[in-house]
């Protein structure tokens, strides 16, 4: 999750598993907390995995983060190298988007991350709800139209909970999961000037949104 701030707050933007800290960071923050105004002003959940009925079991209740001496605690083993695959399968999905994208998109995340980054209290994402979001601020939606993993049926359900006349759902056409990344030749399909349409509508989008 990252944020954008103004005068009027800060826009927080939340992508992936980080839409739904982004969302639970917007369900808890007091709803006057700066001079008597939120210190939230917009809230921007991309690519998110919401479900409708969320059921996460904590990591830290299953035996591979349990330590390799049989202490009875649970305790995190060493925490794994990144690899190229393995970035990869986090974020594309077989059908969904180009080989060499793909490809591509892994070594940047090996290059950003060295270690993978772990989710230990995954089962906190069950409070994830719409109708907790604090009443009037403004949200946007917006994902892949071709992501496989958004719940379109739940994200019309959260959307239709949050209780803001300033709403947006916006699903960007030829993209699936990594919309940000869509601007260079090697989305398929996309051919000319058209192969930067989905980057560049994301980024105008919630850039418009946010400001």
């Known amino acids: 999750a990252g944020g954008l701030a103004n005068d009027r707050g800060v826009g927080l933007v939340g992508w992936s598993q980080g839409a739904l800290v982004a969302q639970m960071v917007a ?4 709803q006057t907390a700066r001079g008597g105004r939120s210190l939230l002003d917009r809230l921007v959940l991309y690519g998110s995995i919401y479900e409708t009925s ?8 299953t035996p591979c983060y349990r330590a390799e001496d049989g202490d009875k605690n649970p305790k995190l083993a060493q925490q794994p190298k990144q690899t190229v695959d393995e ?21 940047a995340v090996c290059a950003a991350d060295v270690r993978k980054p772990r989710w230990l209290r995954v089962e ?8 907790r979001l604090p ?24 959307f239709g909970a949050i209780d803001s006349e300033d709403k947006q759902y916006v699903s960007v056409a030829g ?6 990344l869509l601007y260079g030749a090697a989305d398929e399909g996309i051919t000319g000037d058209a192969k930067k349409v989905p980057g560049v509508a994301f ?6 949104f946010l400001q």
């Open 27 to 30: 369900q808890r923050l007091p």
């Open 54 to 61: 969320m059921s996460h079991q904590s990591p830290l209740e």
């Open 87 to 107: 970035s990869m399968g986090d974020f594309t999905a077989p059908g969904s988007i180009s080989e060499p994208l793909a490809r591509c998109f892994g070594e």
């Open 124 to 131: 906190q994402f069950g409070d994830c709800k719409g109708t």
């Open 135 to 158: 009443q009037g601020l403004p949200v946007m939606l917006i994902h892949g139209a071709r992501d496989p993993y958004v719940n379109k049926a739940s994200m019309l359900e959260l």
């Open 175 to 180: 993209a699936d999961h990594p919309v940000h």
């Open 203 to 208: 980024e105008e989008a919630v850039l418009s």
